[in-house]
């Protein structure tokens, strides 16, 4: 069992940076791999930024040169840095992980991107 708590999300103008943070606890012991999705209104969840299984790291294509993606493994937390926020970022942003062949999601933290 593994508890996802996002944070950092709010409003910005556009141009501005939000950095998101998601905590895991639990039972985290088997955790492959974790990121970040989004969902916009009225469009399907997709990827933002994911740790690869051999280490490496995914970027969506959309967000490549704007979005970094970090952990710091002591404290079991993910970071999302956005700069460069564009109207078209606004959306709930999810934490994501995987144990084994279970799923975990995060209930979710909303970026608004608005001047």
């Known amino acids: 069992q593994v508890r996802l708590v996002e944070s950092g999300g709010g409003l910005v103008q556009p141009g501005g940076s939000l950095r998101l943070s998601c905590a895991a606890s639990?039972?985290?012991?088997?955790?492959?791999?974790m990121g970040w999705y989004r969902q916009a209104p009225g469009k399907q969840r997709e990827l933002v930024a994911t740790?690869?299984?051999?280490?490496?790291?995914n970027y969506a294509d959309t967000v490549k040169g704007r979005f970094t993606i970090s952990r710091d493994n002591a404290v079991n937390t993910v970071y999302l840095q956005m700069n460069s926020l564009k109207p078209e970022d606004t959306a709930v942003y999810y934490c994501?992980?995987?144990?084994?062949?279970?799923?975990?999601w995060g209930q979710g933290t909303q970026v608004t991107v608005s001047s």
């Open positions: 994501k992980a995987n144990q084994h062949a279970a799923t975990y």
């Open positions: 639990g039972s985290i012991f088997s955790i492959v791999v």
């Open positions: 740790f690869t299984t051999g280490g490496g790291t």
